[in-house]
């Protein structure tokens, strides 16, 4: 028993030191693992769309129209339009899994930076950016989605500009913060001392200090932008029709709710399981990372 | 303190002139100009070039946003009240006064006659939730804060992270189906009339449950960190080792300290239950204030759009400065001169 005692004991010592790299850490959080489980179920969905053998997802089946319950031919029914609902809320994982991050990077890069400038330059950088800053954040989230793409129209374009400016500033204010404790650090003077240019500095010594937490920013980010694009899609301003969108599709189909519940339970399931990937996956990867 | 308060009670004013010429600006981009939305559809294309001429419509946008400022204060008429334009637009309260948000086009009511109502609705909706969620919120986040990754605390954590996933629409169309269509025991409407059937009462049920589910899970969450970090002060284990029982530690000494930042949580949660409530008060048909941003804003009816942003931000900032005021009250170490 003895003898077989020691290798056990290199073999944890080795689990240890590469659990001491960050990502690695994650798998021993149980809930971070059901994140990823989830959230890496409908990127997987989403990419094998093409190939599943699915039903098209924008095409009427006439026959179930009358008849709109998970059948052979339609595992989870059909729409009030007679269209496959499996076939829908997987293309429409390709659509939320495309729109939401490629927003919430545009929103990281534009908040970073603003970040970077008020808390590394201070003085009227500072305070233009953070008055800035205030006034989008005074107004509730939702209503500076409602009105962008009330008035500029609902596209992937005009979804990513309207998550930058809602989030963009409070991801300022997080990196702002981080900088400010960060930049007293003696590397920083050293990396000054040695002359180096600023945007060095920023990128190479600051920006990777402030990874972690920023990382699990964006993962939060990510679920948020899901559900804003879902409740978008429920209120008429989503992406437009035939694109499936899941908010979408609950709302084409709530009026029925009565008389059709799943056409509705089935997106919002969706989406909620999605949404708890993500927060999931962030509240174990803040966990793992704890300084 | 009295300089804390001027510099602070200016800096709001500001931030409500510029988020209203943000939204200014931002609804320039609508098609259909305003002399449109006044005259409805049937309105020959000559009648309305004449009003917006009349309206001087085609004015550069900082003139336009000057005017309207100006009918805000009182300063000046408000235009569509004007009889030579034939709209018969006639508000009660006269066309010059202190705080005149100007004619609701899609309403065909001086926005003054909708908003305030829609407004008490929504804060009955969102008072109710709100003292729901303080409580809950509360001792969840007491609770899983006590002992930092303990069984407890991942349990409730958990539990908390699965209820912010839910969105308003999606607990609406769970709640519905549960207790509408499964076992109908609550009104899936909440029309604020009984002619469903139902009494009044009853029709707060779902709409807040929704309003809590979204909400909650995220303060308490707040609360918890806040906890942790005064569970992990000196104080706590001198209390601790001076042989002090639990319930003493946790309700003498943790408690009151955790509660300081949290507060402040808790009053910026007024900013985003407005945001709630748009999706609830449209899943329930609540005559509320969301609804009215959301029917405004689809419609391009400015003039509510503008009175209904300059509301929300205005109660953000000022739970913001009652935010900063309580924290200053709360923590002796936080005062500013």
């Known amino acids: 028993m003895a003898a077989l005692d020691i290798p056990d004991a290199v073999q944890v010592a080795r689990i240890k030191r590469q659990a001491r790299s960050n990502w690695m850490r994650i798998f021993y959080s149980r809930t971070a693992l059901i994140?990823?489980?989830?959230?890496?179920?409908?990127?997987?969905?989403?990419?094998?769309?093409?190939?599943?053998?699915?039903?098209s997802p924008t095409d009427s089946d006439v026959m179930a129209m009358g008849n709109p319950y998970p059948s052979a031919a339609h595992w989870l029914g059909t729409d009030i339009l007679g269209r496959d609902i499996l076939a829908r809320l997987i293309f429409g994982a390709r659509t939320v899994l495309s729109v939401a991050p490629l927003s919430v990077a545009v929103a990281m890069i534009v908040g970073i930076t603003m970040g970077m400038l008020a808390g590394y330059y201070g003085g009227w950088i500072d305070t233009v950016i953070s008055r800035f800053s205030d006034i989008i954040l005074a107004f509730p989230v939702l209503v500076i989605y409602v009105i962008l793409i009330a008035n500029i129209g609902p596209s992937v374009t005009n979804i990513v500009i309207a998550t930058t400016i809602a989030s963009a500033p409070g991801i300022g204010r997080i990196t702002r913060g981080l900088v400010l404790g960060l930049k007293e650090q003696e590397y920083i003077a050293a990396a000054r001392l040695r002359a180096e240019n600023t945007l060095y500095i920023m990128l190479v010594e600051l920006l990777p200090n402030c990874r972690s937490m920023l990382i699990v920013d964006a993962c939060l980010r990510i679920g948020y932008t899901i559900i804003t694009i879902g409740i978008l899609g429920f209120?008429?301003?989503?992406?437009?029709?035939?694109?499936?969108?899941?908010?979408?599709?609950?709302?084409?189909?709530?009026?029925v709710l009565n008389v059709w519940p799943l056409m509705s339970l089935i997106?919002?399931?969706?989406?909620?399981?999605?949404?708890?990937?993500?927060?999931?996956?962030?509240?174990?990867?803040r966990e793992a990372w704890k300084p | 303190?009295?300089?804390?308060?001027?510099?602070?009670?200016?800096?709001?004013?500001?931030?409500?002139?510029?988020?209203?010429?943000?939204?200014?600006?931002?609804?320039?981009?609508?098609?259909?100009?305003?002399?449109?939305?006044?005259?409805?559809?049937?309105?020959?294309?000559?009648?309305?070039?004449?009003?917006?001429?009349?309206?001087?419509?085609?004015?550069?946008?900082?003139?336009?946003?000057?005017?309207?400022?100006?009918?805000?204060?009182?300063a000046i008429p408000d235009p569509l009240q004007d009889p030579s334009t034939g709209l018969n637009f006639k508000d009660p309260r006269g066309s010059q006064y202190f705080g005149n948000f100007g004619y609701s086009t899609l309403n065909k009511l001086p926005v003054n006659d909708v908003i305030w109502n829609r407004l008490g609705n929504t804060a009955i909706l969102a008072g109710l939730a709100f003292l729901l969620i303080v409580p809950l919120s509360i001792i969840f986040g007491i609770l899983s804060g006590l002992k930092?990754?303990?069984?407890?605390?991942?349990?409730?954590?958990?539990?908390?992270?699965?209820?912010?996933?839910?969105?308003?629409?999606?607990?609406?169309v769970f709640l519905v189906t549960l207790f509408v269509i499964l076992w109908p025991i609550l009104p899936g409407t909440s029309p604020l009339n009984s002619d469903g059937g139902w009494a009044i009462p009853y029709q707060f049920v779902l709409p807040v449950a929704v309003l809590v589910i979204y909400d909650f899970g995220y303060v308490a969450r707040m609360i918890r960190v806040s906890m942790i970090a005064v569970m992990e002060r000196p104080y706590i284990r001198t209390a601790v080792l001076k042989g002090m029982s639990t319930r003493r530690v946790i309700?003498?000494?943790?408690?009151?300290?955790?509660?300081?930042a949290p507060f402040t949580v808790l009053l910026l949660q007024i900013n985003f239950l407005i945001s709630g409530v748009v999706v609830t008060e449209l899943v329930f048909a609540y005559p509320g204030f969301g609804r009215l941003i959301l029917e405004a804003s689809l419609f391009g009816d400015i003039s509510t759009l503008e009175a209904a942003t300059l509301i929300t931000v205005a109660i953000a900032v000022v739970t913001q400065l009652l935010g900063d005021l309580g924290y200053m009250l709360l923590d002796p170490r936080i005062r500013v001169r």
């Open chain 1, 267 to 285: 997106p919002s399931a969706a989406l909620v399981s999605l949404v708890l990937g993500f927060n999931l996956l962030a509240d174990g990867m």
């Open chain 2, 251 to 260: 309700l003498g000494h943790a408690l009151r300290n955790a509660m300081i």
């Open chain 1, 235 to 255: 209120l008429g301003l989503g992406l437009p029709p035939p694109n499936p969108d899941w908010g979408g599709m609950v709302k084409e189909s709530v009026t």
């Open chain 2, 148 to 172: 930092e990754g303990g069984p407890l605390d991942r349990t409730l954590s958990v539990i908390c992270i699965t209820f912010t996933s839910i969105p308003e629409f999606a607990s609406g």
């Open chain 1, 35 to 55: 994140g990823l489980f989830l959230v890496t179920f409908w990127v997987a969905a989403a990419l094998l769309a093409p190939v599943l053998p699915l039903p």
């Open chain 2, 1 to 74: 303190m009295v300089k804390f308060l001027l510099n602070r009670l200016a800096m709001m004013l500001l931030t409500m002139l510029c988020a209203s010429f943000l939204v200014f600006a931002v609804c320039e981009y609508t098609p259909g100009s305003v002399a449109r939305k006044s005259l409805g559809p049937f309105a020959t294309q000559q009648q309305v070039d004449l009003l917006t001429a009349k309206l001087k419509a085609n004015d550069p946008l900082v003139v336009r946003y000057g005017r309207w400022l100006g009918v805000l204060v009182g």
